[in-house]
């Protein structure tokens, strides 16, 4: 049974930075791949990082590209996103999720397995 929880989601003021991380538990050994999403009220969901579990290659949107950073923990079974430089428009509840199939790595979002997400409010 595989478990994601994402965890560091706060309010805070427009050009004040936030680190949000997504633990894994179950069997995740096989992981192709980690990413983050984001959705506002009214808005359709955005990816915006991806991290690939083997060779760390990330893949970012365009909209917070230079302000945020995907990682991953040792363990590989945390994976962090870095955010500064918050904007207005970075509100929104954030998930993580995660897949074995390596086609899915990307910022489209077909992922199996998915956390709760975490509220952001930037002001």
């Known amino acids: 049974h595989v478990q994601l929880v994402e965890s560091g989601g706060d309010s805070v003021q427009a050009g004040g930075s936030l680190r949000l991380s997504c633990a894994a538990s179950?069997?995740?050994?096989?992981?192709?791949?980690t990413g983050w999403f984001r959705q506002a009220p009214g808005k359709e969901r955005e990816g915006i990082a991806v991290?690939?579990?083997?060779?760390?290659?990330?893949l970012y949107a365009d909209s917070v590209k230079g302000r945020f950073t995907i990682s991953q923990g040792a363990a590989k079974n945390t994976v962090y996103l870095q955010m500064n430089s918050l904007k207005p428009e970075d509100t929104a509840m954030y998930y993580c999720?995660?897949?074995?199939?390596?086609?899915?790595?990307?910022?489209?979002?077909?992922?199996?397995?998915w956390g709760q997400g975490t509220q952001v409010t930037v002001s």
């Open positions: 999720a995660a897949d074995y199939r390596s086609g899915s790595c990307d910022l489209i979002g077909a992922f199996a397995y």
């Open positions: 991290i690939l579990s083997n060779s760390g290659s990330t």
């Open positions: 179950g069997y995740t050994y096989s992981f192709k791949c």
